[in-house]
């Protein structure tokens, strides 16, 4: 596909849409490899939501206490080196490993979606698979996607440590949960942190389908993935906004509902219900759960395919591409 750059048309919009419904739909396992990037990815930490009780305030006050305090008297003590040490390595470790998953299942996700829109006659025929570029310049390629959304929340961190702090110490509505509340009171700096990641985000997808499809550079396919979403902000931007929502919508509401039924299990555990009605709880609660990965999946590699379909040549003539938009 390296002639993409030069005289091949893309597919429109519009059509990119229809062709990564279809593709999706055509292959199913390809949810399996979505759900597998999307956990990877991130998605993990908002599957385990539902079930994760956060340290209150107080808690992390009593855990932390006397490490801190040994630093802001003196020396650092072991405790807290090692719990600092502890702490790095687990991130690096689940970084890390994340970065590998998720660059198998984006090379995966990109391959197939390729593959079957040239199946489907949607795009023209993908180069052999089995020259597609390893894991690791997928992985970087993504890592360096980081780096904007990081500077920003570097940026953005001191304003929002301090009111979610004072949320905290002092709530003026209990009956709002913590994150809404913060959101409310930073909206413009967590929407720039929001815009940062999606400029990044979609840059870094198109990067990685000129690296996976085209076989360009490692460098080479991270400046034209900038490149590309400077030359056509509208058309990249738009298709990821749609594949957000998208996945977002197949998402939340199921796991908001598995949040809810978690609360209710919990409640039916803890009063000693009848034996009965504590399997029947967790078996309903366990449906939703796997119901809202399922949903997650559909939509991660809806997502996927919509990147790979904003990219790939369209199998038409010039003169059929022109009357098509």
Do not use: C, H, K
Request: cysteine-free; aromatic content about 6%; overall charge neutral.
């Amino acid at each position: 596909m390296t002639e993409r750059a030069g005289t091949s048309r893309l597919l429109p919009w519009r059509q990119a849409l229809v062709a990564a419904a279809v593709v999706t739909l055509v292959r199913p396992a390809s949810w399996a490899v979505a759900l597998v990037g999307f956990l990877a990815g991130g998605g993990l930490l908002l599957a385990a939501w539902p079930i994760v009780v956060l340290p209150t305030l107080s808690g992390l006050q009593n855990l932390l206490a006397v490490p801190v305090s040994t630093l802001v008297f003196g020396s650092p003590s072991a405790e807290l080196v090692a719990l600092a040490t502890g702490a790095a390595g687990a991130v690096a470790v689940l970084v890390g490993a994340g970065l590998g998953v998720g660059a198998w299942a984006d090379r995966r996700l990109v391959l197939d979606a390729a593959e079957t829109a040239a199946e489907e006659e949607y795009a023209g025929t993908p180069a052999d698979a089995a020259t597609a570029p390893g894991l690791a310049r997928i992985a970087i390629l993504r890592l360096a996607s980081l780096v904007p959304p990081v500077v920003v929340f570097a940026a953005i961190w001191p304003t929002l440590y301090d009111v979610t702090y004072r949320e905290l110490i002092l709530p003026q509505d209990l009956a709002t949960p913590l994150p809404v509340r913060v959101i409310a009171r930073l909206p413009v700096p967590l929407l720039a942190l929001a815009l940062a990641w999606l400029a990044a985000d979609t840059a870094a997808a198109a990067g990685v389908r000129r690296l996976v499809l085209d076989r360009r550079r490692l460098a080479v396919s991270w400046a034209l993935g900038w490149v590309d979403l400077a030359r056509r902000p509208l058309r990249l931007l738009v298709l990821a906004v749609v594949g957000v929502v998208g996945q977002a919508a197949s998402f939340v509401p199921a796991l908001a509902a598995a949040a809810i039924g978690w609360g209710m299990l919990r409640e039916t555990l803890e009063n000693g219900r009848e034996l009965w009605l504590q399997l029947v709880m967790t078996a309903t609660w366990v449906a939703i759960w796997l119901a809202a990965l399922a949903l997650a999946s559909v939509g991660a590699a809806f997502r996927s395919a919509l990147a790979t379909m904003a990219a790939v040549p369209a199998s038409v003539t010039p003169l059929e591409a022109d009357t098509s938009r």
